[in-house]
Structure formats: C-alpha cells, structure tokens
T-cell receptor
Framework: KNEVEQSPQNLTAQEGEFITINCSYS?????LHWLQQHPGGGIVSLFM???GKKKHGRLIATINIQEKHSSLHITASHPRDSAVYIC??????????FGQGTRLTINP | DTGVSQDPRHKITKRGQNVTFRCDPI?????LYWYRQTLGQGPEFLTY????????KSRLLSDRFSAERPKGSFSTLEIQRTEQGDSAMYLC???????????FGSGTRLTVV
C-alpha cells in the first residue's frame, strides 16, 4: 500500500462542474502540498497546508490531520484546469512523498 | 530570480553513456532536492542537500548516480553507464528551511536508447 493514496486516478467532467480530488496518507507529516502538473512535466505548487483550509481563486484545499485526509476542490471548472493534480506530503527532513496523481479532463 | 532552472530540458543518450544534469535553485533557498518521475507515476525522492551537505539519499540512487552541490548553490546529477531503465523526468526543487516556498524546476527529460 502506498503511503499517499489519491482518488480518483482519472476524472472527466463537463465545464462548470464542481470537482473534488481526495488524498489519504498513512505517515506522520509536517505539511501537505497540492501540486499541478501539465503535459511537458512542469510542476506548480498550488497549496501547502498544515491545518484547516486554504482558498485561492476557484481552488480550495482542506486537510484533516486527525483523519489523515485532504481534499482539493475546483469550483466552476474550466478546460484550462485539465492537468494532473498530485498530493504530496512533507515528511522528515522536508522531502516530499507523492501520490500517483489524478488526471483531470474538463470538456467544454 | 525567475525560479528553479534545470538544464538541459531534454537529453537523448545511448545506453552506456554518462550524462550530467544541472539545477540552479532559487538563490535564497538553502535546500535542494532531486526527484525522478517515470511515465504515469508520481515523482520519487532521490536525494536532498542542505547548503552543500548531502543529507539524505534514496536507495533508488544506485552507485551509478552521484549528486553534488559544491558551493551550496547549483547542483549536478550525474548518471554513469546509463541504462534504458534510467529513462525518466528528473525534477529538481528547492525550498527554505522548513519547506516554505517549495518550488520545482521544469525538469530534464532523459531518454536512453
């Protein structure tokens, strides 16, 4: 079993839909990152969370430390949101342990 | 400072050749990380530097792999006697102490033929 599990692995939705991607982890962490990766490989950090909730534009990330679970929500989804979304936990001396990613496709 | 820079973006090499990649982190970041990502998988940790000291190495980093950060600024990752299984995206990231500002480079895509 991976230390960081994401669901779903693939998600296709229509433009405008509310999107939720889930992340569960089984190890102690100091923080959790949500990352976005577009074709071609570049990774962008969307959020770093250690508790509660953060919002940036149409993106919302929440974390429940007791339940070892985090969610990434996208409101009013748009085709440009299509990407791979990766959950990664910060462990030990600041190395990241990654989930396998969720491939999101938003159709117009 | 425009972020973490990696060079080259793409590298195609023949099996058995040596390759070297370079990473220039954000200048005020004292921590630098190397990760490897194979197709369809999330990145995996390879090694980590705090300033010039290499503090942790994954068991994924075989004897053919070596990383350096000689002056605590840029870092190099060398792979000797490349194998087809080394084909992957090699990602570099840097951060402040405490993990703030964790920033990734665009990666170097290695193809071993």
């Amino acid at each position: 079993k991976n230390e960081v599990e994401q669901s779903p692995q693939n998600l296709t939705a229509q433009e405008g839909e509310f999107i939720t991607i889930n992340c569960s982890y089984s190890v102690g962490i100091s923080a959790l990152h949500w990352l976005q990766q577009h074709p071609g490989g570049g990774i962008v950090s969307l959020f770093m969370l250690s508790s509660g909730k953060k919002k940036h534009g149409r993106l919302i990330a929440t974390i429940n430390i007791q339940e070892k679970h985090s969610s990434l929500h996208i409101t009013a989804s748009h085709p440009r949101d299509s990407a791979v979304y990766i959950c990664a936990v910060l462990q030990g001396a600041q190395k990241l342990v990654f989930g396998q990613g969720t491939r999101l496709t938003i159709n117009p | 400072d425009t972020g973490v820079s990696q060079d080259p973006r793409h590298k195609i090499t023949k099996r058995g050749q040596n390759v070297t990649f370079r990473c220039d982190p954000i200048s005020e970041h004292n921590r630098l990380y190397w990760y490897r990502q194979t197709l369809g998988q999330g990145p995996e940790f390879l090694t980590y530097f705090q300033n010039e000291a290499q503090l942790e190495k994954s068991r994924l980093l075989s004897d053919r792999f070596s990383a350096e950060r000689p002056k605590g600024s840029f870092s190099t990752l060398e792979i000797q006697r490349t194998e087809q299984g080394d084909s992957a995206m090699y990602l570099c990231a840097s951060s402040h102490r405490g993990g703030d500002g964790y920033t990734f480079g665009s990666g170097t895509r290695l193809t071993v033929v």
